[in-house]
Nanobody, 114 residues
Framework: QVQLVESGGGLVQAGGSLRLSCTAS????????MNWYRQAPGKQREWVAI???????DYADSVKGRFTISRDNAKNTVYLQMNSLKPEDTAAYYC????????WGQGTQVTVSS
């Protein structure tokens, strides 16, 4: 079965940076639009960013100007560079295809302390 694997989370102080990675076993991201999502405790999962197969990107207003999504098709990996982190960015972060979504991975926890 295909597995999504997110990594790179951790505990960081406000204003700090982290880079998240997402890869998949037995699948490819090439040719697919890819999203990052996040879910804070007690809240619904929310969309964070998209990188299309064409390379164009879009971001949620809450992260625009601070987060950058990128992809390396040769490594079958999608990244999320997070700068100027805020306590409200604290959440578990997940990636998935935009269409034909794969089973969700376990996510990677990001905790931002004030």
């Amino acid at each position: 079965q295909v597995q999504l694997v997110e990594s790179g989370g951790g505990l960081v102080q406000a204003g700090g940076s982290l880079r998240l990675s997402c890869t998949a076993s037995r699948s490819t991201f090439s040719g697919y639009d890819m999203n990052w999502y996040r879910q804070a405790p007690g809240k619904q999962r929310e969309w964070v960013a998209i990188i299309r197969a064409s390379g164009t990107t879009d971001y949620a207003d809450s992260v625009k100007g601070r987060f950058t999504i990128s992809r390396d098709n040769a490594k079958n990996t999608v990244y999320l560079q997070m700068n100027s982190l805020k306590p409200e960015d604290t959440a578990a972060y997940y990636c998935n295809r935009h269409f034909r979504q794969l089973p969700w991975g376990q996510g990677t926890q990001v905790t931002v302390s004030s």
